[in-house]
């Protein structure tokens, strides 16, 4: 029992050092305003789903 | 890299310094983008500048975390630069129409350069103090005050706030505006006790004055005659401070308009006097002896010292000379010579060139003159 909570508050902490970089899908006059009120550049992956 | 790039941990503190935007090639609402930018190989990465609407960075190939990290940290350092120079630009601009007089335009410019600012602009200060200036010498009291409300939290702790603050809480008192009088005059007092501030007694005595003017806006004559006998005790010791005669002679103006405040006219005369041994060639010593002569209804020492510095005064100030003099025959009783004077005065106006003509004070002259009549 006494190693069961540190496993689960090890994989607890693992999962929250994933990072959520907030992509916008495809929508790139969003980008373009969104940066340009924030004044910072965008970052753009070009990429296909095969 | 969605799986294994963008989820590292390192990358998080780039979230909010980029727009991400992720381009699916097959998507039929990508065409656009596409067309725009043409992506021969999958993955690619660009950074785009939104602005200009220009590519600061390209790489076709996907990305190690460290790779990435050192793209994004250069396409950053580059799009400052270049917002920077975008930046210093217009603030160069602004300045060179606040020194031609266009300061509505001026305005405009400064408050371009300050919105197209990239974080952390060190010329945010100058910038600033620039706009909320020319905003008042504009006319235009209400963008003084919104935009002096706006910027002061920005620049807090900064000599750029105290000037801010207090021009803001000068154009707010003009527009009787409760509730932005209290709020600037809260912050002009803050950036006054902050002794983390380096201040020139100059700087700190025209914060002195606004929040005096702002304590007579209240209606509060206790805390403005306190804050009055404060300023005149610190522009004391400041002189007392002085090595030279020029150092003592830059606190003579403050220092009159304080003790003609606290209505003690005759405190100025020994120094002024003092002005006038050390510096016979100047006219300001004896122009503001006249002054205080006046208030002290000591009408011929007034016309004396007024002698003596028309004998020395050129140039538009002559007119401001002439004007104490005109007003000190009326107080005198003598209204046929301050007439005269008041002719004199628009006469010599009129003849200076144009650039150093002060029309506004020659208009304001012959309304006067029209007055007396």
């Given amino acids: 029992m006494k190693r069961v909570l540190p496993l689960a508050l090890m994989l607890l902490g693992a999962l929250s050092t994933r990072a959520e970089l907030p992509f916008i899908e495809n929508d790139y006059q969003r980008a373009v305003r969104e940066a340009s009120a924030k004044n910072v550049p965008i970052f753009v992956e070009a990429w296909a789903p095969w | 890299m969605k799986a294994y790039v963008y989820t590292d941990k390192s990358l998080e503190r780039y979230a ?50 460290p790779q990435l990290r050192k793209m994004l940290d250069d396409a950053e ?8 120079a975008q930046t210093d630009r217009l603030l160069a601009e602004a300045d060179q129409l606040a020194s ?31 706009l909320v200036y020319s905003l008042s010498l504009a006319g235009d009291r209400e963008r003084c005050t919104a935009r002096a409300l706006e910027l002061y939290p920005r620049l807090k702790g900064t000599m750029a706030a105290a000037n801010v603050a207090s021009t803001g809480l000068w154009c707010a008192i003009a527009l009787k505006q409760d509730a932005d009088v209290a709020k600037l005059e809260t912050y002009t007092r803050e950036a006054f006790d902050n002794k983390k501030i380096e201040m020139s007694n100059d700087d700190r005595s025209g914060l002195y004055m606004a929040l005096i003017e702002a304590r007579d806006f209240e209606g509060d004559d206790e805390g403005a005659i306190a804050l009055r006998g404060e300023w005149v005790a610190f522009l004391e010791e400041a002189a007392a401070k002085a090595t030279t ?20 006219p005759e405190k100025a005369v020994p120094m002024l006097e003092q002005s ?27 016309l004396a010292a007024s002698d003596r510095a028309l004998a020395k005064v050129y140039g538009p100030r002559k007119l401001a000379v002439l004007s104490v003099r005109a007003d000190i025959y009326m107080a005198k009783g003598d209204a046929k010579t301050a007439k005269e004077t008041l002719v004199q005065a628009i006469e010599y106006g009129k003849s200076l060139p144009e650039g150093q003509r002060p029309d506004k004070r020659i208009a304001a002259f012959e309304k006067r003159l029209a007055e007396m009549k």
């Fill in chain 2, 16 to 65: 909010g310094r980029f727009v991400w935007l992720s381009v699916n090639t097959e998507a039929a609402e990508t065409a656009a983008f596409l067309k725009k930018y043409p992506i021969p190989a999958l993955p690619t990465l660009l950074v785009l500048d939104p602005k200009r609407d220009t590519v600061a960075l390209r790489y076709v190939g996907g990305a190690t975390v």
């Fill in chain 2, 77 to 84: 350092r580059s799009h400052r630069a270049r917002m920077e």
């Fill in chain 2, 100 to 130: 031609e007089g266009k300061q509505a335009d001026a305005a405009k410019t400064y408050d371009a350069a300050i919105r197209t600012a990239p974080g952390r602009w060190t010329r945010l200060g100058r910038a600033a103090e620039s």
């Fill in chain 2, 245 to 264: 005669p020029e150092q003592r002679t830059v606190y003579d103006s403050h220092r009159l308009s304080a003790y003609l405040d606290l209505g003690m």
């Fill in chain 2, 276 to 302: 006038e041994r050390d510096f016979p060639d100047d006219y300001n010593p004896p122009s503001r002896l006249a002054y205080a002569y006046k208030a002290l209804e000591q009408y011929d020492k007034a």
